[in-house]
């Protein structure tokens, strides 16, 4: 049973910077993809990210540029780093595992493992 554990949001101003951890336990992190995802008040949750196993990503253009992903496998965990933060990222996060199909990593169906979220608060 594969487990992950979100940490790291929190309540930032515009320009700020923050750090998500993603902890996989169960599953050996090298051999997983893991995604990360976000879900705004009233909205659909909506693909950010993705880390592929040989660590290369890729992001959602809203993003890119602002936004890294990095992976220690030693620690089984993944960073979702997030720097010059707007008001329009505030959501919940989460991120999210599994054999995922290179045509459907943008997509929640192709994630079948996912933690329960943390919360990142972005004012103006």
């Known amino acids: 049973q594969v487990q992950l554990v979100e940490s790291g949001g929190g309540l930032v101003q515009a320009g700020d910077s923050l750090r998500l951890s993603c902890e996989v336990s169960?599953?050996?992190?090298?051999?997983?993809?893991i995604g990360w995802f976000r879900q705004a008040s009233g909205k659909e949750r909506e693909f950010v990210g993705v880390s592929w196993p040989g660590g290369l990503a890729e992001f959602v253009s809203s993003v890119k540029g602002r936004f890294i992903i990095s992976r220690d496998n030693a620690k089984n965990t993944v960073y979702l780093q997030m720097n010059s933060l707007k008001p329009e990222d505030t959501a919940v996060y989460y991120c999210?595992?599994?054999?995922?199909?290179?045509?459907?990593?943008?997509?929640?169906?192709?994630?079948?493992?996912w933690g329960q979220g943390t919360q990142v608060t972005v004012s103006s």
């Open positions: 999210a595992s599994g054999l995922v199909a290179i045509d459907d990593y943008r997509q929640t169906y192709a994630y079948a493992n």
């Open positions: 169960g599953r050996i992190l090298s051999s997983r993809t």
